[in-house]
């Protein structure tokens, strides 16, 4: 039976991927390609019971920066609830300066699904409530003044273990695809970016490190469909004001 569920288990993986680099392929017809490199630092914080607080950092030069916090709530059901605020600094058509502000009021759910011994899904839902500085017609910055959109997000990642646990220790392999679509008055309605990863993984009880391939496609951009793609290196810190907790996933 354990066969057969690992089998089971396997062959959804394989199709994911097979999914995933098909998905990838196709975005290559993009006109316009760019490299970029992602550094990023997650922080979950248990502070009592099942409350969490949630810090995360990341940077892409001449693209954004980014320092989200929230607070989160874990159901007894393993639904993780978080609501927050993010500041955002990102770059404009016309210069690569991060000098575009906005402030952003955020809610996810996050939830794990263990598959089998060595595969895990994560599924998150993600909502962003956007106050961002506008463009004028000729692409540049209008300061100090902001315009209202929405942007939903829904995340899925595999995590497929290459080694056996010891002491909560392992590495493995991550694929991940985000899909972010854009509402609002002040902007063209649709698929905001398409975002997908491969990624090289380690994890112990405090810490999860991942790093290596990413792209993200933006089909509803102005002008000829465009595709970043570099390296992501990403890190995941698990802490506790009472104890460690190894057991959950925040990424």
Not at 39 to 58: A, E, L
Request: glycine share 6%; proline share 3%; aromatic share 18%.
């Amino acid at each position: 039976m354990g066969n057969k569920l690992f089998f089971k288990s396997s062959l959804r993986f394989k199709t994911f991927v097979f999914l995933f680099f098909y998905c990838s392929v196709q975005t290559l017809i993009a006109q316009n390609h760019r490299n970029e490199i992602w550094v990023g630092y997650i922080n979950s914080v248990n502070i009592k019971d099942r409350w969490y607080f949630w810090n995360d950092y990341h940077y892409v030069p001449e693209s954004f920066a980014l320092y989200r916090l929230g607070l989160t709530y874990e159901t007894k059901a393993g639904y993780r609830i978080t609501n927050g605020y993010a500041q955002v600094w990102t770059a404009s058509p016309n210069s690569t300066a991060l000098t575009r502000a906005e402030h952003r009021y955020w809610g996810q759910i996050i939830k794990n699904f263990k598959w089998s011994e060595r595969i895990r899904h994560n599924a998150r839902f993600r909502y962003d409530l956007r106050f961002r500085e506008p463009l004028d017609v000729n692409g540049d910055v209008i300061k100090r003044t902001y315009l209202l959109n929405y942007r939903w997000r829904v995340s899925n990642n595999i995590r497929f273990k290459i080694t056996n646990p010891e002491d909560g220790k392992f590495f493995h392999v991550d694929v991940m695809n985000e899909t972010l679509y854009n509402t609002g008055k002040h902007l063209n309605n649709g698929i905001d970016q398409i975002r997908n990863y491969v990624l090289l993984g380690y994890t112990n009880p405090k810490f999860t490190i991942l790093t290596g391939y990413s792209n993200r496609f933006f089909p509803n951009s102005q002008g000829p469909w465009r595709m970043n793609h570099g390296i992501t290196l990403w890190v995941a810190h698990r802490l506790s004001w009472n104890r460690f907790r190894g057991d959950e996933d925040i990424l």
